[in-house]
Every structure is written in C-alpha cells, then in structure tokens.
C-alpha cells in the first residue's frame, strides 16, 4: 500500500515503513504526526484517488530526528563592475518514519483502467 500526500507545499509518494525528509515540522523526536492532505492511495491495482483529497485518508508517521541540510553557497555577480554577493543558506528540515495509511481502497473497488 502507497499513499501520496503534501506536507510543506511538496507532495510525496509513501509506503509504510519509507523514511522521508519533510520540511520542518512543529514536533519533538519521537512524537507521532499525522498528515490528512492524502491525495491519493493505491494498492495494487486499486487506486484511490481523491478530488482533491481522499476523504478520510489518513497517513500517520513517527519524528526520527529534527537536523538542517548540508549548507548551499548563493553568488550573485555582475561583469564589469564591482558588484558582487554572497551568501549562504541552510534548510531545516523533519526526518519521519511513515507508520500506517488509513483510508485506502478495499478489495474489488476502484480498479484501474486498462
């Protein structure tokens, strides 16, 4: 079972038991999350999909650690002239443990098209 939900303007595609890096979430290391912007969840060839979230689609996850990406350099320059800057930057970001996904299709429903 799959499920493919947004958290932090990014949509990304989960299975329980995938670790993911999500952006920066208000939680301690070792509480639980829940992310209800599902939008959609399929398994095997039955899929569901939802307009534009699935009701009552659910994927629930674990804090593993709250860390900062490897720092990236920004330059700005402009030939011949004395203009240029520089700059760096770091983002925050959540690692997560998906744990569970409720709300999926059942048997026999909603197969896929050929």
Request: aromatic share 6%.
């Amino acid at each position: 079972m799959y499920a493919v939900f947004v958290t932090g303007g990014k949509q990304y595609r989960a299975s329980p038991g995938d670790q993911l890096q999500v952006e920066k979430l208000p939680a301690a290391e070792g509480d639980s999350v829940e992310f209800t912007d599902v939008l959609m969840i399929g398994e095997g060839r039955n899929l569901k999909v939802g307009k534009p979230k699935v009701a009552g689609g659910k994927v629930k996850a674990k804090v593993l650690a709250q860390g900062r990406t490897d720092k990236v350099s920004v330059i700005k320059f402009k030939r011949r002239t004395t203009y240029k800057r520089m700059g760096t930057h770091r983002q925050s970001f959540t690692l997560v443990e998906i744990t569970g996904i409720t709300g999926g299709p059942k048997q026999g429903d909603g197969a896929a098209a050929e």
